[in-house]
């Protein structure tokens, strides 16, 4: 099997380089439209949250 696959790579050099344009074309491309922060936003994520409890003083 892999040396049916070697062979025709062998015998279509042009469709396998045309392939392998649009392949890292692709790659190209997507690394492209990526989209990345430079400065990630780090600023404090704060939570409160609120409860009752009876017969409970309020502590900080």
Do not use: C, E, H
């Not at 049916?4 to 050099?13: G, H, P, Q, Y």
């Amino acid at each position: 099997m892999i040396a049916k696959l070697i062979a025709w790579s062998a015998r279509n050099l042009v469709l396998i380089f045309v392939a392998t344009a649009l392949t890292v074309g692709a790659g190209v491309y997507a690394l492209r439209t990526l989209p990345l922060d430079a400065i990630p936003d780090l600023s404090d994520v704060q939570v409160i949250v609120l409860t009752d409890y009876p017969g409970q003083a309020p502590q900080v």
